[in-house]
């Protein structure tokens, strides 16, 4: 075990440690080598001594290092609060995307922030062909595939290579390639809360994502319960397939109040609990792997749940019954405990750990009775809460796309898919978030305390996202001729500047490019600049 300091304090060695490695270091120019002087410039950066401050509280298992608070994520606060961003529309934009680009930065730039937000919000306008292309191109096979051909697959144990691994490149690349970028924000808030594990029976779960959350991704909460309600790879999930009325399975009944709807705060009883799993029996998945509903499996008699009452009924055939989950669903979706806790979670995503009462409420007031996406976001969005709105820690995926993203990298989707881990999916999986890879019905967690172990991963990590663009490693690489505007060390950070950051690079970070660049530019020290650009605070935040 890793020592800890008495109450919460860095053990003596390491606060040395970190104190010795970001001293002052003023090499000559002459005989270092470029990738020691990056080293050197991230320890100094800040995110580094939180990095040390993080890493001395863990434990060698990293699920049990993320399962636990991380005590110094508090540092990562402060860390955030030092970035600095003036303009609004650029706030905007790295709020409702998975990564600024160039080309983003200026359309916004040019269309404003209330007609660009309007613009991401009306996602079905948008032309994304050249991305639907790129896909069809790399994963025509996966697009192809039914719930029938993954029950295949998981009988002849190939769910991982024709199904799983393709599935996670796929997400990626879309959310990398994406015009829609706001809508790819949404799919990852919603994955999350309506969350099914990676590996659930027969592999269902891109059915899960592409049909149940995707396209009704901006739609209506409504919209969205009513389609994981019916979701062949929930109900595997969350074990609803199991529950009849000869044995009652309460695990969907719960988690559809807890995390769906109402929240853990609903108000709602072990006793409400109970009788929803008993209106729910018969909501079930055929031989198909397709949603059924089996009449012969629900429990007919009265019933008592969270404010509904159900009288008993004879037994009936094919949907006689189904009646009464839909009903409780619909009470459900217009609850005001749903409403807040939808509010809630919305803010919490896009503004603000600690939303305020008088923010929730007017999101509150722009549900509705179905839970209208684009009006909630409308508010939550607005030019005020988003000025307003601390800067806040990317998760791993959100790093990694706009890292890719922000250095304009190559895709390559036809690889073995096996064997890439040094791809999307490897870099990811080493990041601890790995695409649906979850256990707990929760989703992974959206809070900087949990993901603040990991920075010195992502320091590994800038490795494989800057990747000399003459070699083949992997399914990632970056042609650094594009950061060469002119050929002169100020062109480097000119156009890292304007890629990466929109033109809002901090003096500071430019100093320490310049001094990585200083002996010339040249491709080990442009991978060694580009990587201390994606570990610096101004990228790690949002």
Not at 11 to 19: F, I, K, R
Not at 104 to 114: A, D, F, H, I
Not at 132 to 156: C, I, K, N, Y
Not at 207 to 234: E, K, W, Y
Request: net charge neutral.
């Amino acid at each position: 075990m890793v020592e800890q300091g008495r109450g919460g304090e860095m053990p003596a060695h390491a606060a040395e440690t970190v104190q010795e490695a970001t001293a002052d270091f003023s090499p000559s120019s002459d005989g270092v080598d470029a990738s020691m002087l990056t080293r050197r410039a991230w320890l100094r950066s800040g995110i580094a001594v939180a990095a040390g401050a993080a890493a001395v509280g863990a434990v060698p298992e990293r699920s049990e290092a993320q399962a636990s608070s991380n005590r110094y994520g508090s540092v990562f606060s402060q860390l955030g609060q030092q970035v600095t961003w003036q303009s609004p529309e650029l706030r905007l934009l790295r709020r409702i995307s998975l990564g600024i680009t160039a080309a983003e930065v200026s359309r916004v730039q040019r269309l404003g922030y209330g007609a660009y937000l309007e613009e991401q919000l009306a996602w079905e306008a948008i032309d994304d062909r050249a991305c639907e292309e790129h896909l069809a191109r790399g994963f025509s096979d996966f697009e192809a595939l039914t719930p029938r051909d993954t029950l295949v697959h998981q009988a002849a144990n190939t769910l991982g290579p024709y199904v799983l691994d393709p599935y996670q490149r796929h997400v990626a690349e879309r959310a990398i390639l994406g015009k829609r970028q706001l809508q790819e924000r949404m799919v990852e808030f919603w994955t999350d809360h309506f969350h099914v594990n990676l590996w659930v029976f027969g592999g269902l779960k891109p059915f899960h994502d592409l049909v149940a959350i995707r396209p009704l991704s901006l739609a209506s909460v409504g919209a969205l319960v009513r389609a994981t309600m019916r979701s062949p790879a929930m109900l595997h999930y969350l074990d609803q397939v199991w529950s009849t009325k000869w044995g009652v399975n309460e695990n969907y009944a719960r988690e559809l109040m807890e995390l769906h709807t109402v929240g853990v705060e609903g108000g709602y009883t072990q006793q409400d609990v109970h009788g929803l799993a008993r209106i729910l029996t018969g909501w079930s998945v055929d031989e198909r792997g397709e949603f059924e509903y089996k009449a012969y499996n629900h429990d007919f008699g009265a019933k008592s749940c969270f404010g509904m009452t159900f009288p008993e009924t004879p037994p009936g055939p094919r949907t006689a019954g189904m009646e009464e989950g839909v009903a409780f669903g619909e009470h459900l979706i217009r609850h005001p405990k749903t409403k807040r806790y939808i509010a809630t979670k919305l803010l919490k995503w896009f503004v603000s750990p600690t939303p305020s009462a008088t923010q929730v409420q007017a999101v509150v007031n722009a549900y509705g009775e179905e839970g209208d996406i684009k009006a909630m976001l409308r508010v939550v969005l607005s030019p005020a809460n988003v000025q307003r709105a601390p800067a806040k820690l990317k998760r791993p995926f959100h790093f990694v796309v706009s890292a890719i993203r922000g250095t304009g990298a190559e895709v390559r989707s036809r690889v073995n898919y096996r064997t890439d881990n040094d791809g999307i999916g490897g870099i990811l999986g080493s990041l601890g978030h790995a695409v649906g890879n979850w256990q707990t019905p929760d989703g992974y967690p959206d809070r900087a305390d949990f993901w603040a172990g990991m920075i010195v991963d992502r320091w590994n990590a800038t490795e494989q996202l800057a990747q000399n663009g003459n070699t083949s490693r992997g399914s990632v690489i970056t042609d650094f001729a594009g950061f060469v505007e002119d050929g002169t060390v100020d062109g480097v950070v000119a156009g890292m500047n304007r890629r990466l950051f929109g033109g809002e690079m901090s003096a500071p970070l430019a100093t320490e490019i310049r001094n990585t660049l200083r002996s010339g530019v040249t491709t080990s020290r442009l991978q060694n600049a580009v990587r201390l650009a994606l570990i610096s605070p101004e990228f790690q935040f949002y």
